[in-house]
């Protein structure tokens, strides 16, 4: 994993070393990285990263504190929040405090109120030079401007550091501590939608359902209201509630079904009319979305180069559960045309986050041997040799309108790189040659009347990650699909003292065949060759040596690869 964020540790400080974004090192005193607050979305403190080896993270009670009454926050309201660290015979602290919903939603505005603190990134405040050192503990201030009304409740989150000075990540304790607030009743009586739950992001029907949830956000109790909702701009229709809501209590409502068009729509759902009334504040009234209705397929042949401006393009769906990095458009490197898709993992330093790119629906039924080809271009930060780092790329099918989904293509590590070397510590940016073409055979699917596809990006906070010219055709009718290795066999599997390698070329072309570990560390055998002719090839590959374990052999012949997996058993 980039050092940069090794130093994910929550909590950092001085003595501890890590990789700022330009990879120099520094002393951290200076304040903790982003995303380390040890918070359910950031899922991560210095010491479960490995950072600070030997280092349990210890909850503890009490270290997060502030003026928000017990009766809770009022929305706009700015209130201070006190952070501490103790630990006798200390002198060396840091921390990192995160206000989130369990979601990962940041609530309210931090501010910094003095040379102690720093807010480095919107949402996460840490300590700063000259707020790291104190003699057995140490006190950090700081304000929080509360969210706007029906927000609800959430957490601090934080993470501390009790180092102890010896420049090494060995023995500096690491504790975590949280404070939950609620957010105060509004005085009287204040209706409104808390959430919309139904439409979610796409349908491929031509009805929605949907489906509110109405909330009490006052301090007075009501028994009826007006439910208004409509898809885009249209005319709202309404429905009448009744029934009765208590202060911060909640009730799902289930609406009539609605008719929509395929393409792009927003639904908008607000109450009115409370009763008792009026209601005394209506910025919480209502909530909107936006969702996709993918009820028509796309013609196929298809094809998409993200050469237009508008991303995602009608049709397609960005799912970006941490609203943080996520499947962007870039001009700055592509495969054909103006541009690609893009997600930058190279600064994306929440390991384990997932962004999909979900495509429009398809008729494969279309086509008598339908194949889904992209073009690929990325490179690893970490040295494989010394390091088992990497992103990941899944591709996945649904027939059913993502009720399920199947996995058709997953790599990672070496397999997965498209550049020579295999990895470097400056942001990849690809060239012409660096790109590689990818294809999936979609025969088990042919049947399929309507097929959707997701690409998944996992970051390791590794490298950057292109994708280009998607396309969905007959087998013979996307260009490269005529591979030039075909009757690709290893035997026997398992294995235990040699693996057989055949393989069948059709063409002349450039042919390298190397075998990694399942933690992408390239192992003894390889095989690289600038020009082989066509015909027909065997490899006799000595496993004496090599551990019992699963492992993967990666070929590349041209344009194309392809990785199997294989066991050892002596």
Not at 133 to 156: H, L, Q, Y
Not at 378 to 393: I, R
Request: proline letters at 6%.
């Amino acid at each position: 994993m980039k050092y940069k964020i090794l130093f994910a540790f929550v909590l950092l400080l001085a003595v501890v070393i890590i990789i700022d974004s330009n990879k120099n090192a520094f002393g951290n005193a200076a304040g903790a990285p982003t995303g380390v607050s040890g918070s359910p979305a950031d899922g991560t403190t210095c010491a479960q990263s490995g950072c600070h080896s030997g280092s349990p993270v210890t909850p503890i009670t009490g270290w997060i504190t502030s003026n928000i009454p017990a009766g809770g926050y009022t929305p706009g309201q700015t209130y201070q929040i006190t952070a501490k660290a103790v630990y006798i015979g200390r002198s060396k602290f840091g921390f990192e405090i995160s206000p989130q919903t369990p979601s990962g939603t940041i609530m309210g505005t931090l501010t910094s109120t003095g040379s102690k603190t720093s807010v480095h990134t919107p949402g996460w405040i840490t300590h700063t030079n000259a707020g790291n050192t104190g003699t057995d503990s140490i006190v950090w201030t700081f304000n929080w401007t509360a969210p706007a009304a029906g927000s609800g409740g959430f957490t601090f989150y934080g993470a501390f550091n009790c180092a102890n000075g010896d420049g090494n990540t060995t023995g500096d304790l690491i504790y975590t501590s949280t404070l939950t607030v609620g957010e105060a009743p509004s005085p009287g009586v204040d209706a409104g939608i808390i959430s919309i739950t139904s439409p979610s992001l796409y349908t491929c029907a031509g009805t929605i359902t949907p489906v509110v949830k109405i909330h009490n956000f006052g301090t007075t109790t009501f028994t009826a209201a007006t439910i208004n909702y409509m898809i885009d701009a249209n005319t709202p229709a309404t429905q009448a509630w009744s029934g009765s809501l208590v202060t911060d209590s909640s009730q799902t409502v289930t609406l009539p079904a609605i008719a929509v068009t395929s393409g792009r729509h927003t639904f908008t759902a607000y109450t009115s009319n409370p009763s008792p009334g009026p209601d005394t504040i209506t910025v919480n009234d209502g909530k909107t979305i936006s969702f996709d209705v993918k009820s028509t397929t796309q013609a196929i042949p298809f094809s998409e180069g993200f050469d237009t401006v508008v991303f995602p393009k009608t049709g397609w769906e960005i799912n970006n559960p941490n609203n943080d990095t996520t499947w962007r458009r870039t001009t700055a490197a592509f495969h054909s045309g103006v541009a690609s898709a893009f997600i930058n993992n190279f600064q994306y330093d929440k390991p384990g986050a997932k962004d999909e790119l979900i495509t429009p629906t398809f008729n494969l039924a279309a086509m008598s041997t339908p194949v889904l080809s992209f073009q690929l271009a990325y490179q690893l930060y970490s040295n494989p040799a010394t390091a088992h780092a990497s992103d990941t790329l899944e591709v996945f099918i649904t027939t059913d309108c993502g009720t399920t989904w199947n996995q058709l293509y997953k790599k990672y590590g070496v397999p997965l790189t498209t550049a020579t070397p295999t990895f470097s510590t400056t942001a990849f940016k690809p060239t012409a040659s660096e790109w590689r073409f990818e294809s999936v055979n979609l025969a088990p699917y042919a049947s399929a009347t309507s097929a959707m596809f997701k690409f998944v990006n996992i970051t390791d906070y590794e490298n950057n990650l292109y994708l280009d010219d998607i396309r969905i055709d007959n087998s013979l009718g996307i260009a490269g699909f005529d591979m030039p290795v075909s009757s690709l066999l290893l035997f026997p599997n398992p294995a235990s003292d040699r693996l057989t390698l055949n393989y069948e070329l059709s063409e002349t072309t450039p042919v390298s065949v190397k075998m990694y570990d399942m933690q992408g560390k390239e192992m003894k055998f390889s095989i690289t060759e600038t020009r082989k002719a066509a015909g027909t090839y065997s490899n006799s590959i000595d496993l004496s040596g090599i551990p019992d374990g699963i492992y993967l052999l990666h070929l590349t012949a041209g344009n194309h690869s392809e990785t199997r997996r294989f066991t050892v058993a002596h």
